[in-house]
């Protein structure tokens, strides 16, 4: 009897040694996921920009993200990010500047909240979006949406917020007014045809050199 106690009670043990170590290797897991959000965090500063005047009145601003902080973003097209601006929480998209590099656009919501103006370092600290944010659909291609082949739609419905976010870039980065009515006609075949992504798009725009960060005000830029 005492054998077989004895017998029980060494299993039991083994039991809970193993549940104790798979305990401490799940906290080990733990706090290595927490250290990796941790290192992946980016924090760089940056000068912010007003873009050159187009005759029209501007209120917002841009930065140009330092080569080292783009290179450590996982995509050289656009990118979701969140992170705080001179402290201030934020999220938005990283737009690529057609050179492998990045730049943000802060509009004077965010500038006021960051308490900057144009021609000031500001210091940022980002991280990879954890969800991919649902894109604004320009207005013609929403009508055209909805004026499209009932299999577009449920493709369109059924695709990630990433791939529409690439749809979109690719049809408001056409330069003309006639090349953006184009693409959307082409967007809404593709979409019928079961397409989930525009075809040949450099989302990058550093082989077609179709995407650029904006020009800034030189006055700012002398500053």
Same mark, same amino acid.
């Given at each position: ?8 009670? !060494? ?13 401490? *290797? ?11 959000? !941790? ?17 029209? *009145? ?10 080292? *902080? ?8 656009? !990118? ?32 006021? =909240? ?34 499209? =082949? ?9 695709? !990630?917020?990433? =791939? ?60």
């Amino acid at each position: 009897m005492t054998n077989n106690t004895s017998t029980k009670l !060494t299993k039991v043990g083994r039991r809970g040694d193993k549940g104790a170590a798979k305990r401490v *290797a799940r906290d080990q897991r733990t706090r290595e996921l927490g250290d990796s959000k !941790t290192a992946s965090k980016i924090r760089f500063s940056a000068t912010l920009f007003r873009p050159a005047a187009t005759g029209k *009145a501007l209120s917002w601003t841009f930065l140009n993200l330092p080569k080292e *902080a783009s290179a450590k973003l996982p995509s050289r097209s656009m !990118t979701s990010v969140q992170g705080t601006i001179n402290g201030s929480p934020f999220q938005a998209t990283l737009e690529p500047d057609g050179q492998g590099g990045h730049w943000l656009k802060v509009d004077r919501k965010l500038r006021e =909240a960051a308490g900057a103006e144009a021609g000031d370092v500001v210091t940022l600290e980002v991280a990879p979006a954890a969800e991919e944010p649902e894109p604004k659909v320009p207005a013609d291609l929403r009508k055209a949406l909805a004026a499209a =082949a009932s299999k577009a739609q449920d493709v369109w419905s059924d695709i !990630t917020p990433a =791939a529409r976010r690439d749809f979109i870039h690719w049809i408001v980065s056409g330069k003309r007014a006639e090349t953006r009515a184009l693409r959307i006609d082409k967007a809404c075949d593709m979409l019928a045809k079961g397409k989930r992504r525009p075809c040949c798009f450099d989302r990058s725009g550093m082989y077609d050199k179709s995407l650029s960060c904006p020009i800034a005000d030189d006055s700012e830029t002398r500053r």
